[in-house]
């Protein structure tokens, strides 16, 4: 199906009505386990001879049909969906790699990816080096002789810096290290990263992909395309004691990753999704190509507007001719920059809270991508955590809000934020 546009993918890939005793609508199979025919059959599933369902930490025929389908919108050659965003990351990057190894990353990072790479994985002995990423040779300068991955986003949240993925690519190419872009706020539907020279690319399912702020989800899609044998990953060339001496590369060649994530990944750490909530995530996979248009057009204007309102300081949004960002938004999204809006009031931090205080349609909360608008003040909520230091090279300021612009009607939505600034 994969020669299909995006919008008809969304909607009917992975999904072999036929197969699923002619449902229109993909099932929820809500199991966690299958029968064997025999303990050969099982056997053969065991050994991988046969491919199949065996137990629902590792796969699931909804789970299979989400899969299959993000692969088909990203354009890679498989997919693994996870729990949450925050299990696809923490479980990728672990079957990834091991202690003595490290990570360059773009400083301008999901706070929880940040954390994770900055406290939590260098306890396991995997460190990461932070960079500018608006200079793509930040990265080029900062590779070791152990570095064995580039991570970065490609739209940053909330710092909207939209990076030249191209550029970072070649770098990647050059230290043959995996290229991996997080593209939870650019989705599939406005930006393929893979056509940009990523190797591999992780979704929070939970963010516009689901849509409705239902169900927690994350995703890795492969992109088939990194060379598992240039010696720098010999668990993927050597044999496996995980996996009764499996040599991945020999055995599973451009889809060794994938399969990794599978059999290593989710058997042992179990971030696996729910069966219910890859049915809840489809749903909204089937829209988003309509929906993130909505997003993007009320985002655009109301950042147009909160530029002409006298009391507003600033506004960082990658669509608006202001942007020092808008060249490389031509170029990496010019179906749209998402929903996801930023600014400050000439009040500052007390101004900032206060506002995210007296909105009444946009909810306080610490999400984006939901249909319905929200608001944040980063500062004293998801980046307090951070230094001051660590907080500008995210870049948050003190006085900046979040808005993830939903798709209500966007006269409805300037009146919220006009009543929200009377009260300071
Ligand atoms: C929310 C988010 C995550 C984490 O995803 P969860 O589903 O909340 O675990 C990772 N990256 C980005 C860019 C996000 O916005």
């Known amino acids: 199906m994969s020669d299909l546009k995006l919008a008809t993918n969304a909607l009917h890939a992975g999904h072999d009505v036929t197969a699923n005793g002619g449902t229109r609508a993909v099932p929820i199979y809500q199991t966690s386990s299958y029968v064997f025919n025999n303990s050969d059959h099982a056997a053969n599933l065991f050994s991988l001879k046969e491919l199949g369902f065996i137990y629902t930490r590792l796969n699931n025929p909804t ?3 989400l899969q299959d389908r993000l692969a088909a919108v990203e354009g890679g050659i498989g997919a693994v969906v996870f729990a949450s965003g925050t299990a696809a990351i923490s479980t990728g990057l672990l079957t990834l790699l091991k202690a003595g190894d490290h990570i360059v990353a ?28 608006s200079n793509p040779d930040n990265f080029k300068d900062a590779v070791q002789d152990n570095t064995r991955a580039f991570f970065v986003e490609s739209l940053g949240n909330p710092k909207l810096d939209v990076l030249d993925l191209e550029a970072i690519a070649a770098h990647s190419k050059a230290a043959e290290v995996p290229f991996i872009v997080d593209n939870t706020v650019a989705t599939p539907a406005l930006l393929n990263p893979i056509k940009h020279g990523a190797n591999i690319v992780i979704h ?28 720098k990953f010999p668990e993927f060339t050597e044999p496996s004691a995980g996996y009764h001496g499996l040599v991945y590369h020999d055995a599973l060649g451009a889809a060794s990753y994938t399969f990794k994530l599978i059999l290593e990944g989710l058997r042992d750490f179990g971030g696996a999704m729910s069966p219910t909530n ?32 006298d009391e507003i300081a600033w506004v960082n ?8 960002y808008k060249a490389l ?24 809270k206060k506002i995210a205080d007296n909105t009444k349609l946009f909810s306080l909360l610490a999400n984006i991508g939901d249909t319905k608008s929200l608001i944040i003040h980063p500062g004293s909520t998801t980046h307090q955590q951070l230094d001051e230091a660590q907080q500008a090279s995210a870049g948050v300021s003190g006085d900046l809000i979040r808005l993830s612009v939903g798709i209500e009607d966007i006269e409805d939505l300037k009146a919220d934020l006009l009543e929200a600034f009377k009260t300071i």
Request: no cysteine.
């Open 63 to 65: 789970n299979q049909i």
């Open 106 to 133: 773009s400083s301008s990072l999901y706070g929880g990816t940040y954390n994770l790479l900055n406290v939590t994985l260098p306890r396991l002995g995997i460190t990461t080096t932070f960079v500018d990423a």
């Open 204 to 231: 929070s399912l939970t963010k516009y992909i689901g849509g409705q702020g239902t169900s927690l989800g994350g995703a890795i899609i492969d992109a088939g395309t990194f060379n598992w044998a240039n010696g």
């Open 278 to 309: 890859a049915f809840n995530i489809i749903q909204g996979l089937e829209t988003l190509p309509v929906r993130i248009k909505q997003h993007s057009a009320n985002a655009l204007e109301l950042a147009k507007w909160l530029e002409a309102q």
């Open 317 to 324: 949004y990658p669509g608006l001719e202001s942007s020092k």
């Open 329 to 352: 938004a031509d170029k990496y999204l010019p179906k749209g920059q998402s929903g996801i809006v930023t600014f400050g009031h000439k009040g500052g931090y007390d101004a900032a």
